[in-house]
């Protein structure tokens, strides 16, 4: 049983580098998100992909932050010129669609130097 | 603007202590709400979907149950291994987006 795999699970970078992380979801699931969690914080939504349209984008977190699920399987999250305050858990999950639970990866933790 | 607040923000409870945490919410259009257990340093696991008022889901020692403006997770003599971070997040409006709690940490002590 193959549930959803981010990859790396740690990444170390300075400050101003670029980073990109990547999501597998589940096989059948045709719904990928993104969430970003700080400590002591719940899971922050940022977007979501239906196969390959990305449906909802206005709330990442600026313009430095873009994701792509270029053929409606695996995707990807990078951020530009990274900043001190981008260092946080970012969650990869996907589900069925509509109201079908989220099933969630165990996150890329992101530390800039 | 939806809005999600747990409590309490954290527990401790010793071995076989009854208790519940409690997720009020105000959305618009409640489309579902998930509880969700997230242990240090992994994603959250899924537990529980409830849909509407009256509602009420069990899994071993949880039992949740939803009423329009909140939703309990009762835990009943629960053992070290609940030990975990407990997340609430209702999904309303037409894109079925939950909003996160910040959660409840809850600690069992042996």
């Known amino acids: 049983d193959t549930g959803v795999s981010q990859d790396p699970r ?32 719940g899971p922050e939504f940022l977007t979501y992909f239906q196969n390959e349209a990305q449906l909802e984008k206005s709330r990442l977190l600026s313009d430095r932050f ?25 969650l990869c999950a996907s589900s069925g669609g509509g109201n079908q639970p989220q099933h969630f990866g165990d996150g890329t933790r992101l530390s800039i130097l | 603007e939806d809005q999600v607040t747990q409590s309490p923000e954290a527990l401790r409870l010793q071995e076989g202590e009854s208790s519940s945490l409690n997720c009020s919410y105000t959305v618009s259009g409640l489309r579902g709400l998930f509880w969700y257990r997230q242990d240090p340093g992994k994603g959250p696991e899924f537990l529980f979907t409830l849909y509407s008022a009256g509602e009420e889901k069990e899994k071993e020692r949880l039992k949740a149950t939803l009423t329009k403006k909140e939703s309990f997770l009762h835990i009943t003599a629960p053992k070290p291994e ?18 996160f709690g910040r959660g409840t940490s809850l600690i069992v002590h042996p």
């Open chain 2, 82 to 99: 609940d030990s975990a971070t407990y997340l609430c997040a209702p999904s309303s409006g037409g894109s079925y987006i939950p909003t």
């Open chain 1, 66 to 90: 873009s994701a792509e699920r270029p053929k409606g399987s695996f995707s990807t999250l990078e951020i530009q010129r990274t900043e001190q305050g981008d260092s946080a858990m970012y």
């Open chain 1, 10 to 41: 740690h990444k170390i970078t300075k400050r101003g580098q670029n980073v990109t992380f990547r999501c597998d979801p589940i096989s059948e699931h045709n719904r990928l998100y993104w969430y970003r969690q700080t400590l002591g914080q």
